[in-house]
């Protein structure tokens, strides 16, 4: 029997170690967050590639999922690993990194899980086949797993039932006191708690401390858009210590708690794995016969989008769809979203105006419009997103939302609090995201709501210097 007659999952089986490995990648935060994402390749001789994906969770349940893709060309595959890095995938910033890393990631991982009970998701079974044999063929790399030498277990709210199996398993194999538990919501508290019971965190309250962390931030901030042109690298640094400024001396305890709360009931949906909903496609018109037609058109115009925004055929796609396909909305939508990365959102503002007037339940123009209105209109007084728009509401009812409405939304909250100067409800967002909806933090607003917090924190730091001389 050929290759050619073997099924991919047999071909995987039984002939996946025969392919060379390719690049393998890793998200950049995994020591942070203790989720590492994997993708291991394996290459055909003629380009395709054949690539595993692993959830690996280090401090506590090991790979809880995995699954496998086969035999893919290698464009197709630069693209989905492109799509992990936008909106359109899952929002994480992969890296190519040595497969002797991901080996030891993986593999101490599950052999961690282990021992508290806990076994690779059954999809490892066939994924892990794309795998090296994990013997002492692979050089031992420094890989820690748990934390503080206990397992931590990072419990989803939305999921009690895994909760209380998970607990269930470490008090039996570990006995109470002896393994950490904290809600998702919660994470970010516990792990600046620790950090602190360890000394890690300096004394804030110490006038010196003070002194020296403001001057010093105020030092790095001093030509910040010439910071950004030559020594981007460094901005990062400059945005962990305005997060420091900020929660230490700008806000207290009970604003934090009441802006978490806030953030908390206007992220109280599920988002669906769809990259466009039928409501984001067709809006509140009759279903066409040909929509899985439009669906793909729609899909593939994004995809583009992303890979050649600047580029003319891009523009020239949609306007072809446009008239190709009257009156569905999702094209005009991706028209104003081409628009807007060639010329900026602002000078989309009555183009925009005019199809809220036309479409007013149409939630994604309706989102574009408020960015635009509020980028537009900075000297009215009361210039706040009222709760109709809030996406439960405006959507009538639904609890899912595909990636690309929940996106634009959160972009709309974000131009929201930082036009408003509501710094503390843009952290705190920024916050959740970061531990409950990756997908939805794109570089672009990343960047956005990251340079306004610094602009905030450092005129709060001039005004603090100012009011200490006098």
């Not at 994924?127 to 002492?136: G, M, N, T, V």
């Not at 403001?214 to 001093?222: A, E, P």
């Not at 503390?424 to 959740?432: A, C, R």
């Amino acid at each position: 029997m050929t290759s050619q007659a073997l099924s991919p999952e047999k071909y995987i089986r039984t002939r996946a170690k025969t392919l060379p490995i390719g690049p393998c990648y890793v998200n950049d935060d995994w020591k942070l967050t203790g989720i590492a994402r994997i993708t291991v390749t394996r290459m055909h001789i003629n380009g395709n590639v054949t690539f595993g994906n692993y959830l690996v969770d280090l401090y506590c349940l090991g790979v809880f999922d995995s699954h496998w893709t086969f035999n893919i060309p290698g464009p197709e595959f630069r693209e989905y690993i492109d799509d992990q890095n936008t909106t359109q995938g899952l929002g994480y910033k992969l890296t190519i990194t040595e497969y002797v890393l991901v080996h030891n990631i993986i593999y101490g991982a599950v052999e961690f899980a282990s021992d508290f009970g806990f076994h690779p998701h059954k999809s490892f079974e066939v994924a892990s086949r794309l795998l090296e044999e994990d013997d002492e063929c692979i050089p031992l790399t420094d890989v820690e797993f748990g934390f503080k030498g206990k397992p931590l277990y990072l419990s989803n709210v939305k999921n009690p039932y895994e909760k209380n199996r998970v607990i269930s398993q470490l008090e039996k194999c570990c006995g109470s006191g002896n393994y950490y538990t904290v809600d998702d919501r919660e994470a970010a508290a516990f792990f600046i708690k620790e950090a602190k019971a360890d000394g890690n965190i300096p004394d804030y309250q110490n006038p010196k401390v003070k002194q020296d962390l403001i001057g010093d931030f105020l030092k790095h901030t001093k030509n910040l858009q010439k910071t950004l042109n030559t020594k981007s690298d460094s901005f990062s640094e400059i945005c962990e210590r305005s997060v420091e400024i900020f929660y230490e001396y700008m806000v207290n305890d009970e604003e934090q708690f009441k802006a978490s709360e806030t953030i908390r009931s206007l992220y109280d949906f599920t988002i669906s794995k769809e990259v466009f909903s039928d409501e984001m496609l067709f809006g509140s018109s009759r279903k066409p016969e040909n929509r899985s037609e439009i669906r793909k058109a729609a899909e593939e115009a994004w995809r583009q989008m992303g890979r050649e925004a600047e580029d003319e055929a891009a523009s020239n796609n949609i306007k072809r769809l446009i008239q190709k396909y009257p009156g569905i909305p999702i094209f005009r939508y991706l028209d104003f979203r081409l628009r807007e990365f060639k010329s900026g959102m602002k000078g989309l503002l009555n183009d925009l105006e005019q199809y809220v007037i036309q479409h007013p339940d149409y939630l994604p123009v309706v989102y574009l419009f408020t960015i635009s209105w509020l980028m537009n209109r900075p000297d009215k007084a009361e210039r706040k997103m009222g709760e109709s728009i809030h996406l439960k509401v405006a959507g009538k009812g639904r609890s899912s939302f595909c990636l690309a409405e929940a996106a634009v939304y959160t972009e709309a909250l974000s131009t929201n609090y930082i036009v408003n100067q509501e710094f503390i409800l843009l952290q705190e967002q920024n916050t959740y995201l970061e531990f409950n909806m990756p997908a939805l933090a794109p570089d672009r607003l990343i960047f956005m709501t990251k340079l306004a917090q610094v602009i905030n924190v450092r005129d709060w730091c001039e005004n603090w210097m100012k009011n200490q001389s006098e």
